[in-house]
Every structure is written in structure tokens, then in C-alpha cells.
DNA sequence: AAGACGGGGGT
DNA sequence: ACCCCAGTCTT
């Protein structure tokens, strides 16, 4: 491959000379624990760090080790996720830590072979914790950095492509500072985050410019080359907040797979058609009377990446039988205690303006 | 290679 | 209302 950069040694330095004195002080970065460091690399996977700080800071409080989380109930950790989203993360590094603790007598794997074995851990993950907790000098391309480098050597390539990933990886082997792994994975993707930003890059503040091939050619605007994602589907549900008579809510837990999988979250059913009996039916196997115009209550909408859930949300009290085994009734103090995701949120909290 | 999988921010 | 952000796993 052709590295178009003029000076290497150069651009190492004055990258590395930038961050040493702009980077931000983050929580993990405070840190040399490589569990703290692999549990803040889940975390920011598609999430802002202003986002991650409070949820990395109750986590660390709530499993400080290694052993803490491995040793941890699985409901006490997806509480701790609540609202973060993709829990999978979640599920993943729960079950991953508990294989580090097993197998590789509590000590995060320090080798590409086996941290990529870990669930959860692809190739972003497993060079971010080798490059920062070990100081390995292995690529850790996430989207700031295939940001950067589209930008930095003119690269027109669609980044949401297979193959262009591994072309990013390999121009990271190229030039990455080898005894400071670490700090130059992190600065490439603080320059992403804080100056070579999304739209309107500060050029005019960049340490690098002067390395920049779409700055010398005026097209950092047209860089990167992404597809266009395709526009969610909509999904209509009808919800149910059934109150019994001892002012307990009815709930369940999902399934094991598939959205928001394990998690808690009010009755419904999908609702293809506008059609008035389905809701009364379907409160009817609880032995609760429900009427779409007497009991509708609330619109909530919520829009995931992939799908949008527009929620009809009908209350009713009264008894409540014919439970399930994966329903309970609770309390609204006890409803604080299990995981639910921010769609059923937005319906817990409707029940607090009344 | 494409889709599933959450949630947040800016304008 | 519309734009943007994007790792890993599964199919």
C-alpha cells in the first residue's frame, strides 16, 4: 500500500505532542486495569463519551473487579446497562469475564489469538485493549479513525464496507508509533472526536494539517464516503398497564434472544391493523375489561436504528389473574429494581403525570 | 454482504 | 422533522 504521508516520524510526533497536552480527562483513562479498560471500550462502542461517563463510573462502583462482575448476578448487571443500549454488550462481556476468571486465571488475555476469542470482543475491541492496557501496537479502527484516515490520505472507499475496514487496519500498521501504541490509537481517535469531526472538521485547530491530503485538496466536507442507510420500519404495538387492586403493575421479561433480550417491560401486542377488538382480547386472557375508546391513555413513540415502535398504551384496574410464569405483579417501588428499556420507560413515566 | 441490535445528539 | 453518530454477531 501507498502511504501518501510525507513524513512519518513527523506526523507521529506531532499527533502524539497534541494529545500529550489537548486530551481529555476521562474516567478509564485514569485507569491501567485491563478490566476497566476492556469494560470502557464495550461501553463506547456506538456511544458517545459523555454518554458512557456516568454508566462507566456506577459500573466500576457497582463491579471493581474482575471477580466483582464475573461473580455478579446477570439481572444486576443488565440494570446497570439500563438505558444504554445494545445489551448484548451487556450479556456478552458478563459471559466473557466469567471465561477470563475461569480459564485465564482472572488475567485479561494479553494476544490477539485469545482476546478475539472473548464474546463481544471483534476486532475494534481487541485492539483497543491491547494497544492501551498492554501497549501493543495493534489497529483499533472504529469510525473516528476511518474518519481521520479517509481524510488524512484522500480515501474515497465506503467505510461501512467489509473491505475497507481491513485497508484502514492495515494503514494503522504502517503508521502507528510502536513503543506508544497506546497513546497513538488514542489520539488518532480523539482527533476524530474533537477536531476531525463528522461535519465541519476544525481544520484551522488541527495538529496535523499539514499531513492532511483533504485538507490540501479542500475535500475534508466529501470525506468519508458512506452508503445511505435504508429508513427503519415502522412497527405498531399496542401496550397494557394493568394496576390490580393492591396497586401492583403487571410486567414480564422478554426472551433470551433477539431485542432487548432479558429485559422487562409492560404487556403488548403487535398491531397490524387499526382494529378495535385485539386489545380487549388480549386484557381479557388477564380477566381484565379493556375498551379501545374507554381505556386508550397515551401515544409513545421510540426509534431504535433499525425500527421504529409506535405505542398505543391502554390502562385499566382491577383484578388481575392468570399470570404466566415469566409475568409478575409489582409494585411501583419494586418496578425501580428490574431492567426496563427506555420505550417502556417513556410508559412508566406517563404514569406519573396524573 | 446485508441485517439485527439501542440510544443519543444537532439543527 | 430531519440529519448525524457506528462495533459485533448472525444469517
Redesign the pocket.
Known amino acids: 500500500m501507498q502511504v501518501k504521508i510525507l513524513d512519518k516520524k513527523s506526523f507521529q510526533q506531532d499527533l502524539l505532542d497534541w494529545y500529550d497536552k489537548e486530551k481529555r480527562d476521562l474516567p478509564w483513562r485514569r485507569e491501567t486495569d485491563p478490566y476497566r479498560i476492556w469494560v470502557s471500550?464495550?461501553m463506547?462502542?456506538?456511544?458517545?463519551v459523555?454518554?458512557v461517563i456516568p454508566y462507566y463510573n456506577n459500573f466500576m462502583e457497582k463491579f471493581p473487579t474482575l471477580q466483582d462482575l464475573a461473580d455478579a448476578d446477570e439481572d444486576k448487571v443488565l440494570k446497570a446497562w439500563?438505558?444504554?443500549?445494545?445489551?448484548?454488550?451487556a450479556r456478552?462481556l458478563h459471559t466473557?469475564v466469567k471465561e477470563v476468571r475461569d480459564e485465564y486465571k482472572g488475567k485479561v488475555p494479553d494476544t490477539e489469538e485469545d482476546i478475539?476469542k472473548?464474546?463481544?470482543?471483534?476486532?475494534?475491541?481487541?485492539?483497543?485493549v491491547l494497544s492501551i492496557a498492554y501497549n501493543v501496537p495493534a489497529p483499533a479502527?472504529?469510525?473516528?479513525?476511518?474518519?481521520v484516515l479517509s481524510r488524512l490520505f484522500t480515501i474515497y472507499d465506503d467505510?461501512?464496507?467489509?473491505?475497507a475496514?481491513n485497508k484502514f487496519e492495515q494503514l494503522i500498521r504502517e503508521i502507528i508509533a510502536e513503543n506508544r501504541a497506546s497513546d497513538f490509537n488514542q489520539a488518532v481517535m480523539e482527533l476524530?472526536a474533537v477536531i476531525c469531526?463528522?461535519?465541519?472538521p476544525a481544520c484551522l485547530l488541527c495538529p496535523v494539517q499539514k499531513h492532511c491530503s483533504a485538507k490540501e485538496e479542500g475535500v475534508q466536507d466529501l470525506l468519508?464516503v458512506?452508503?445511505?442507510?435504508?429508513?427503519?420500519?415502522t412497527v405498531h404495538l399496542k401496550a397494557l398497564v394493568l394496576q390490580d387492586e393492591n396497586d401492583r403493575f403487571l410486567v414480564e421479561k422478554r426472551p433470551d434472544?433477539?431485542?432487548?433480550?432479558k429485559?422487562w417491560q409492560f404487556p403488548y401486542i403487535e398491531a397490524a391493523e387499526e382494529t378495535d377488538e385485539d386489545i380487549a382480547a388480549f386484557a381479557a386472557e388477564f380477566g381484565a375489561a379493556v375498551e379501545e375508546e374507554v381505556n386508550y391513555y397515551y401515544d409513545v413513540k421510540?426509534?431504535?436504528?433499525?425500527?421504529v415502535w409506535e405505542i398505543k398504551v391502554y390502562r385499566a384496574e382491577g383484578k388481575v389473574d392468570n399470570i404466566g410464569s415469566h409475568q409478575r405483579l409489582l409494585t411501583k417501588d419494586e418496578l425501580k429494581e428490574f431492567t426496563?428499556?427506555?420505550?417502556h420507560?417513556k410508559i412508566m413515566q406517563s404514569l406519573e403525570e396524573e
Open positions: 471500550e464495550i463506547l462502542q456506538q456511544t458517545k459523555d454518554t439500563e438505558g444504554l443500549g445494545y445489551y448484548s454488550r456478552n466473557a478475539k472473548l464474546q463481544g470482543v471483534g476486532p475494534y475491541t481487541a485492539g483497543a479502527v472504529d469510525g473516528n479513525v476511518m474518519r467505510i461501512g464496507k467489509a473491505a475496514k476524530g469531526t463528522p461535519t465541519s468519508p458512506k452508503a445511505k442507510k435504508k429508513p427503519p420500519r434472544t433477539g431485542l432487548l433480550a429485559l421510540h426509534v431504535f436504528s433499525h425500527l426496563f428499556p427506555v420505550s420507560q
